[in-house]
């Protein structure tokens, strides 16, 4: 616009590098603390994956409580810590309280952050992965390959993720391998669009034309060209897309549909919950709660990361 | 291209992604396991009932001929019988559609109304208490599981203060005598908006939140642009710029988010239905799945899909009215 | 005519308040314009030439702000602060320096017009290309509805679109680049302002179209009578239609001459780097000397003269003092280099600098 301000924006390049990037990010207060959310969760999630999945709850067992079986002799629906209803006053052996089974609730709420996590970052990788490819291959070819495509992403936008889910674990089952599945399925036609475009606008670019008039593949042009020019956007979709995914494999948990009981996952303890909720509240706040912060983290990171790629809306 | 010619051509366009939908739906229902004869007779029927009935609902036929058939009864409007109910699926879907369509069109306008405003008034008020405020509600908005607002809202509105009834929904239009606590129209209308309310939160939440994000940047984004310092250059007072001037360039991408939420919102529909118990055909999907009743699933999965294509097609019209680039042919 | 300037800008300061520091991108700039003059204002980018001219208009969008100096246009105080700041370190306005509404009412668009830059930009896409000129003639001239349009359309004539009436209600996408910088004229003339800014209207536009622009303006200035600051990077265009030119570098003016003077007399090195920079008809290419190196960031200037680290004919005295804008010819030419008597900075006796690092900022920009 101006001379002044025209010079700060090219001297603060996002593009230039990915160094860049994380100062801006790192700069930024509130991506910040997404950062730590996010990086707290994860952290967790690995935890939880490790001791759950591969020890099956060795060190919960020994050191806590499973997450699985109540203790022997523990009490159901107990409240958090400092608060008494009519099953019994919060204590310090249970700081969040227990489920009806008289499960430790925050136990199975650091267990379940395994299968959020899980399915949020693998499905959402594998149908950004599967997208790109298809929206790069879509976009570049154009023509006919580019309207099958095109109508193929359509459909599958058209049909309701929770519906198109429900209808894929209904027919192959309810596992966890299945919930990654069919997320990476819905999420596919997302990153499939948004690359398209995106190519669409760098198919355009001279050194588009350079590398096509120097002899380079195509096959070698997508990789080396288009993808990489495309990146950004992705990075920034994926992020958030992890947060809406987690919130997708919530809604199928709390519908019956996901991991499967005993396995602890915030969405199912939502829909045990529903039961007890109105003498209990609190069965029903922490699993939402947890859901909440985590997914705020990951929008906070991806709203920085946007932020830091474009720098004309950095506040 | 002209408007007319132009909404033909995504009109075309709606069929075959309609015709992908029953499609993909058609062999994800039929790769189920699951015998849904079985399922609803029951384990001990013998063999030659189950015969019958797999013949009466052409259950015996191979894939492909099955599929052709249901594509030509679709095309003429017959979803089929829904095993579980007895009755046609169109009956069925046409009976617990208007709950469905009233609480997302509900949810919408509330969202629409109230995210609009707030939008354009943060981007204007950048950085100062209120665009702060109204950020991180938008953040927590998008963030936060809808069906646990649902039950956060009946543990605090019903249980704690008794405020609003937690289940079922009632139409506006339904006869007093049919509804309870009314004798008048004005307490069906009542009725039916205090039953109303928190399922319209619960879906409507995610929506303002994500109309309120967009409409913010899209503003910021119109007002950092050429056309607006032109606009100030010349004189023209913020208000207009605001109103006029930036205003509509900044509902483009606006409406494309809104249409794409409305596969967010009907999905969610579902779950609203679920929390607040209401008969709607999200209700009735679930139904369909739990109890393998192929052409309830199938005729509803369509159904879902046909609202979305025609939400998206009016999303589009708008667009291109508003967009004079689009309606001219400078399509892509 | 009275004897004072249309416009007259003294010791402007605009700056920018960023994260990474302030940036100085007018520091204390002057010039003026004439009534029914073509005034140039020249520069690489990055000068704060935009910034200048916007700052006219008092246009400056956070983080940027005018920190001092002073504006006057036509007898009215359009910047303007008191010597002493106040209480809280800010620079206080003066008591007759406009409101921002009465910059909006009295000055924006009805005295003093821009032309934009960008036509592709400049043009709102989704309301028609007749309706924007139709309210802003409405809004500046005060004229009704019905005669704003017509207005628009003799005006849209008169700069060269052809069948006016018809396009009028056409959109902007439906316009090639000429014909849209051609409305954007159109607006700036049809507010009919004693002071017209250009901000490069030509640089998006091919060599052609750029010429058939600049005869345009030519022939309109005369018949409006209004003046003109024109702000380019462009020496061809200045040579063309400038009758005095300004040249800044890094927020400061450096010469000010008659376009006459300036071509076959530069006064300071920077002006004679820019000179040798373009082809000329008096010289063969081989004389072409393009400038080295880049402009530093505003943010941290060079010391002494702000030129010294690219000028060729800079000695140790251009790194510790800094030169003002002074009389150095007879001709009343101005420049700020210290190799003039005018300066007395023992510049002769002073030791040259051996040009080892011909830049600060790096890549070379434009």
């Known amino acids: 616009m101006s001379d002044a301000t025209a010079d700060e924006s090219t001297t603060h390049t996002p593009r230039s590098g990915w160094e860049e990037v994380t100062t801006q990010l790192r700069r930024n207060s509130t991506s910040r603390w997404g950062m730590y959310i996010v990086l707290f969760i994860i952290v967790v999630a690995i935890w939880a994956f490790v001791d759950g999945v591969v020890l099956d709850y060795y060190f919960a067992e020994r050191f806590w409580y499973s997450p699985i079986t109540a203790p022997p002799g523990s009490r159901g629906l107990l409240p958090p810590v400092g608060i008494t209803n009519e099953y019994g006053t919060g204590t310090w052996a249970h700081p969040l309280g227990t489920d009806h089974r008289g499960r430790d609730i925050l136990v199975r709420l650091v267990y379940g952050s395994r299968i959020a996590i899980q399915i949020g970052i693998v499905a959402t990788g594998v149908g950004a992965t599967l997208g790109t490819i298809i929206g790069a291959v879509s976009g570049y070819y154009g023509g006919w390959i580019d309207d099958v495509l095109q109508r193929t992403v359509e459909t599958f936008y058209a049909i309701p993720f929770i519906v198109l889910m429900i209808a894929i674990m209904s027919a192959f089952g309810r596992g966890l391998w299945i919930a990654i599945v069919g997320v990476s399925v819905i999420t596919t036609p997302i990153f499939a669009r948004l690359i398209r475009s995106e190519v669409l606008s760098v198919r355009e670019e001279e050194y588009i034309e350079a590398a096509k008039a120097a002899g380079v593949r195509d096959r070698n042009i997508i990789r080396r060209h288009v993808i990489p020019n495309s990146l950004a956007p992705v990075l920034v979709q994926a992020t958030l897309q992890i947060g809406v995914n987690i919130l997708i494999v919530a809604a199928l948990s709390f519908l019956g549909f996901g991991a499967q009981p005993p396995t602890p996952s915030w969405g199912a303890m939502l829909a045990q919950s529903r039961t007890y909720m109105l003498p209990d509240p609190w069965f029903s706040v922490w699993p939402g709660l947890a859901i909440l912060v985590t997914v705020v983290g990951f929008n906070l990171v991806g709203d920085g990361l946007r932020d830091a790629f474009d720098p004309r809306l950095n506040d | ?332 | 005519m009275s004897d004072t300037p249309l416009l007259k800008v003294e010791n402007l300061k605009t700056q920018f308040f960023t994260e990474a520091g302030t940036v100085q991108a007018v520091d204390g700039v002057s010039f003026t314009v004439e009534r029914g003059e073509i005034v140039g204002l020249v520069g690489e980018s990055g000068a704060g030439k935009s910034v200048a001219v916007r700052s006219i208009l008092r246009l400056i969008d956070s983080p940027g702000h005018i920190v001092g100096g002073e504006i006057t246009f036509d007898g009215k105080t359009v910047v303007g602060f008191e010597d002493e700041p106040g209480t809280d370190g800010e620079p206080t306005r003066r008591e007759e320096m406009l409101t921002n509404t009465e910059m909006r009412s009295q000055i924006r668009g009805s005295e003093i017009a821009l032309i934009f830059q960008d036509p592709m930009e400049s043009l709102n896409p989704v309301f028609t290309v007749g309706g924007q000129l139709r309210e802003l003639i409405e809004l500046n001239r005060g004229l009704s509805k019905q005669a704003a349009r017509d207005r628009a359309i003799e005006i849209l004539r008169e700069v060269g679109i052809p069948q006016p009436a018809e396009r009028f209600d056409d959109y902007p996408h439906q316009f090639s680049g000429g014909m849209r910088q051609r409305v954007l004229i159109a607006m700036a003339l049809g507010c009919e302002p004693k002071l017209i800014v250009a901000d490069e209207p030509t640089t998006a536009l091919d060599v052609t179209v750029e010429g058939q622009i600049l005869d345009l303006v030519y022939d309109l200035q005369d018949k409006y009578d209004a003046s003109f600051l024109w702000v380019t990077h462009d020496m061809g265009i200045v040579a063309e239609i400038c009758d005095r030119v300004n040249v800044m570098y890094l927020g400061e003016v450096v010469e000010r001459a008659s376009v006459d003077d300036l071509f076959y007399n530069p006064q300071h090195p920077y002006t004679e780097a820019l000179l040798n920079s373009i082809p000329r008809p008096d010289q063969s290419t081989e004389d072409l000397q393009p400038l080295e190196g880049a402009m530093p960031e505003p943010i941290n200037p060079p010391s002494g003269c702000r030129f010294h680290d690219r000028c060729p004919e800079a000695r140790e005295v251009c790194q510790r003092t800094h030169p003002d804008l002074r009389t150095v010819t007879e001709a009343g030419q101005y420049a700020a280099c210290l190799k003039h008597d005018a300066f007395e900075a023992a510049y002769e006796t002073s030791r040259p600098l051996t040009d080892e690092s011909p830049a600060a900022g790096g890549d070379r920009r434009e």
Do not use: C
């Open chain 2, 1 to 332: 291209m002209s408007l007319p010619r132009y909404v033909a051509r995504r009109l075309g366009q709606s069929v075959f992604t309609l015709l992908g939908v029953v499609t993909i739906t058609f062999l994800l229902v039929n790769a189920a396991p699951g015998d849904p004869v079985r399922i609803f007779i029951g384990p001990s029927a013998d063999a030659s009932a189950i015969a019958a009935m797999r013949a009466q609902f052409g259950l015996d036929q191979p894939i492909h001929i099955r599929y052709i058939k249901y594509l030509m009864n679709v095309v003429q409007g017959d979803l089929g019988q829904s095993i579980n109910y007895r009755v046609p699926v169109t009956q069925k879907i046409l009976e617990r559609l208007p709950a469905t369509l009233l609480l997302v069109a509900s949810s919408f306008t509330f969202a629409i109304i109230t995210a609009v405003p707030i939008g354009v008034l943060s981007a204007q008020r950048r950085n100062q208490l209120s665009d702060h405020v109204f950020r991180i509600f938008g953040l927590i908005g998008v963030s936060t599981p809808s069906f646990w607002i649902g039950l956060l809202l009946i543990i605090i509105l019903t249980y704690h203060l008794g405020l609003l009834p937690a289940t079922g929904l009632v139409m506006p239009w339904a006869p007093p005598s049919a509804v309870d606590h009314a004798t008048t129209r004005l307490d069906v209308l009542y009725q039916s908006g205090i039953h109303l309310i928190m399922p319209t939160l619960t879906l409507g939440t995610l929506q303002m939140a994500a109309i309120m994000r967009i409409e913010r940047s899209s503003m910021l984004e119109v007002l950092n642009q050429e056309y607006v310092s032109l606009a100030r250059a010349f004189g023209v007072s913020e208000r207009t710029i605001l109103r006029k001037h930036a205003f509509r360039n900044a509902q483009l991408p606006v409406l494309t988010v809104i249409g794409l939420n409305l596969t967010t919102a009907l999905g969610g529909s579902v779950l609203t239905e679920t929390v607040f118990s209401i008969n709607g055909i999200g209700t009735l999907i679930i139904t369909g799945v739990n109890a393998r009743d192929y052409p309830l699933v199938l005729g509803t999965t369509l159904f879902y899909a046909s609202l979305f294509v025609i939400g998206v097609l009016i999303t589009d019209i708008l667009y291109a009215y508003l967009d004079p680039r689009i309606s001219y042919g400078d399509e892509s």
